[in-house]
Nanobody, 115 residues
Framework: QVQLVESGGGLVQPGGSLRLSCAVVGISFRAIAMGWYRQAPGKQRESVAT???????NYADSVKGRFTISRDNAKNTVYLQMNSLKSEDAAVYYC?????????WGKGTLVTVSS
């Protein structure tokens, strides 16, 4: 059974940082690319960052240079380090497989950016 458990969100001031984690169960984690996605109120879910099994990373233009995706295959966990956060980064963040996410989505973790 697939489980995707995101954590690490919270309230942060503009310019602040957060580190998100996603624990993955029920997927051959080492053999699949992973991604972080986000959905802001009233907007469609979008891809934020991806990481291949060879640790090649790719980012949406809006977060390039500020966000860093990484993975720990020993822990079946994918991370998203978010720096220099902006108000437009506020959203619920999810992890899933990449480039094609599974039908199953976790609950996500809420990131709020406000002074």
């Amino acid at each position: 059974q697939v489980q995707l458990v995101e954590s690490g969100g919270g309230l942060v001031q503009p310019g602040g940082s957060l580190r998100l984690s996603c624990a993955v169960v029920g997927i051959s984690f080492r053999a699949i690319a992973m991604g972080w996605y986000r959905q802001a109120p009233g907007k469609q879910r979008e891809s934020v960052a991806t990481i291949t099994i060879g640790r090649i990373t790719n980012y949406a233009d809006s977060v390039k240079g500020r966000f860093t995706i990484s993975r720990d295959n020993a822990k079946n966990t994918v991370y998203l380090q978010m720096n220099s956060l902006k108000s437009e980064d506020a959203a619920v963040y999810y992890c899933n497989t990449s480039p094609q996410p599974r039908d199953y989505w976790g609950k996500g973790t809420l990131v709020t950016v406000s002074s």
